[in-house]
């Protein structure tokens, strides 16, 4: 037997059936191979592995092969820093201005109420930083040893403080990439040998890195397994410039040790390694409206509070490019999961391995909260419609605002949320103002105030504040307008293109050379790597000319049909579509998505 810790490393005894059900499902979900390891209550540990590592040659997936976490790496690094605290090298309240004075963040709550960025807030994703950028993520510029601050040119937008810092969950990849920088601040050094010196080496956690690590080339690792898409197109691992933020290779067997290390309180061979006090906030919300107005559910210093499949857990997801991964932990129980897909699919249900190494935990099912009596005539006030505050990316916010709303209503006795692009969700009273969905087993959602009087639907991960009727009908006319002028020029200008009527004194003719010109860049755009999606690149920068120019031609169009006065039923449909397209190209404009340049 080996013993980590004081905990057993054994076998389970449904072991084998884990193993066909976990095959079988990776098989029906199109997925090629898994890893996973499960943390009994007991203490023992076991872990084990399915499918093909490597779709193109066929290689096994091995209980013991390394895997790509993405987001779960947020959990190692937080560790890391909980770890500096406990040595007395740095403070959660720090201001992040203190720490970085090189990084200037455009917070307007610092000045006005002292609302200041604090590392606690990078932490717990309260930071009300955006999320990242494209060229973030997906660019081939960046190399293994890019430096962070890299990812923060100046005199840049990207460190615009969107909502009051510790006020509202907002998931932020910039806010891991500063933590990364101030670890490296405090400590001298990368924080890549830092934290697999001083956190993974303690943990003996020696088949994992912080460093980069891929499949090919001179960072390869033979025991890596290959990422992939769907239909089985292979993705080996590139640098990205937010590293810190979901960069980490690791095995199964190892994140059973670092979950064992948690439930542990943080010591390691019965010595504190991490402040209990500190471990035990990695999980619960704290100070956040959602927390503040009776929510439980929510994310703590690292690690999300989770109610699924009657069970509620601590855990974080990972994606990365050709991997997704889950790490939950039950505290309470002594019990844990860790599952890593050496694929990256759009189709697959992925929540059906977390049901199947629920299920093989035993995990005991959480007592659900009763219904109570329908909170007080206010609800009425409460319904409408509310939209993401903030939402994830800012230069997307027109879309978010126009596409992803949700609607929110009370039937007398139970309050209906009704996304825009998904089915209606019944939430139930469970006491003042909060209520729960169907499936959960404690309360999901809260109606608040903000503390600037919005009213706010909150499930603890995202945040829709209430908006005008007016404002969304508006949005949408606009969009209406915009996309049938769109056409009528298109279809209209072909017909004439067709018959030889288009002439360049028609008042269609640049306007429809116009929409013609939006697609020159596709085929740029099908012969580069969607890894190079946020670079300066002959597509982008088409993409951007074409899209600024269509205003400017819509415009020109649009003075020659008024100029030429032989209007007509023709000449005022013609017009009317100009008029309809060139107020959407200006709202577009006005909100930052005009000229789209996706390297922004």
């Not at 390869?220 to 898409?229: E, K, N, T, V, Y």
């Not at 290779?249 to 010595?271: C, E, P, Q, S, V």
């Not at 006491?431 to 503390?451: C, E, N, P, Q, Y």
């Not at 969607?530 to 300066?536: C, I, P, Y």
Request: aromatic letters at 8%; proline letters at 5%.
């Amino acid at each position: 037997m080996l013993f980590l810790f004081g905990f057993q490393v054994k076998a389970a005894p449904d072991t084998l059936a884990l193993q066909i059900e976990m095959k079988q499902a990776l098989e029906e979900e199109g997925l090629t191979g898994a890893v996973w390891s499960i943390v009994t209550g007991d203490g023992s540990f076991t872990f084990d592995s399915a499918g093909s590592a490597d779709a193109a040659t066929g290689q096994r997936m091995l209980p013991d092969s390394r895997v790509q976490v993405g987001s779960v790496a947020k959990v190692l690094l937080a560790a890391g820093v909980l770890r500096l605290v406990t040595e007395g090298k740095l403070s959660l309240d720090t201001p992040v201005s203190e720490l970085l004075p090189s990084i200037k963040l455009e917070n307007p709550w610092s000045s006005s109420a002292g609302d200041h960025v604090r590392v606690r807030h990078l932490l717990n994703q309260t930071s009300g930083l955006d999320n990242s950028r494209l060229w973030q993520i997906f660019s081939l510029k960046p190399r293994a040893d890019t430096p962070l601050v890299e990812a923060f040119p100046e005199n840049s937008t990207l460190l615009r403080v969107r909502s009051r810092p510790g006020s509202r969950y907002s998931y932020s990849n910039l806010g891991y990439a500063l933590l990364g920088m101030i670890i490296e601040s405090v400590t001298g050094e990368r924080y890549e040998s830092y934290l697999d010196k001083h956190l993974l080496q303690p943990l003996s956690m020696r088949d994992s890195t912080f460093r980069f690590v891929s499949q090919t080339g001179e960072n390869a690792d033979s025991r890596l397994a290959m990422g992939h898409f769907e239909n089985g197109v292979t993705q080996p691992a590139v640098p990205i410039y937010l590293r810190s933020a979901g960069q980490f290779t690791t095995t199964a067997a190892d994140m059973a040790r670092f979950a064992i290390f948690l439930m542990n309180a943080g010591t390691i061979d019965g010595k504190p390694f991490i402040e209990a006090s500190l471990v035990h906030a990695l999980g619960p919300p704290a100070g956040t409206e959602a927390a503040l107005a009776g929510l439980s559910i929510g994310h703590g210093l690292a690690l999300a509070q989770r109610d699924r499949h009657g069970v509620l857990g601590s855990c974080h997801p990972g994606t990365t490019i050709g991997f997704l991964a889950m790490l939950c932990l039950y505290p309470e129980q002594g019990k844990a999961f860790f599952v890593a897909m050496n694929t990256d699919s759009e189709t697959a249900d992925y929540d059906r391995f977390n049901k199947l190494l629920i299920r093989a935990l035993d995990v005991q099912p959480s007592a659900p909260v009763a219904m109570e009596s329908a909170p007080d005539k206010s609800i009425s006030e409460w319904q409408g419609i509310y939209v993401p505050s903030p939402n994830p990316m800012a230069p997307f916010v027109w879309i978010d605002t126009v596409f992803n709303f949700v609607t929110v209503r009370w039937d007398g006795s139970r309050l209906r949320v009704k996304p825009f692009q998904s089915g209606e969700r019944t939430l139930i009273p469970v006491g003042g103002m909060l209520f729960k969905a169907t499936d959960r087993t404690i309360a999901s959602h809260v109606l608040l105030r903000s503390s600037d009087g919005a009213r706010v639907l909150s499930d603890g991960l995202h945040s829709y504040e209430q908006v005008s009727l007016t404002k969304m009908v508006l949005l949408w006319m606009s969009l209406i307008a915009g996309l049938s002028g769109l056409a009528y020029i298109f279809v209209m200008g072909l017909g004439r293109a067709v018959t030889a009527s288009m002439g360049r004194e028609s008042r269609l003719f640049y306007p429809f050379l116009s929409i013609i010109a939006l697609f020159i860049p596709v085929p740029f755009f099908l012969q580069q790597s969607f890894l190079r999606l946020g670079d300066v690149t002959p597509a982008s920068v088409l993409l951007a000319v074409v899209t600024g120019l269509l205003p400017l031609v819509m415009a020109i169009g649009l003075v020659v049909g008024v100029r030429r006065r032989a209007y007509g039923v023709m000449g005022v449909l013609d017009i009317s579509a100009m008029v309809g397209v060139l107020q959407w190209l200006i709202v577009l404009a006005v909100w930052g998505l005009l000229p789209l340049r996706l390297w922004n």
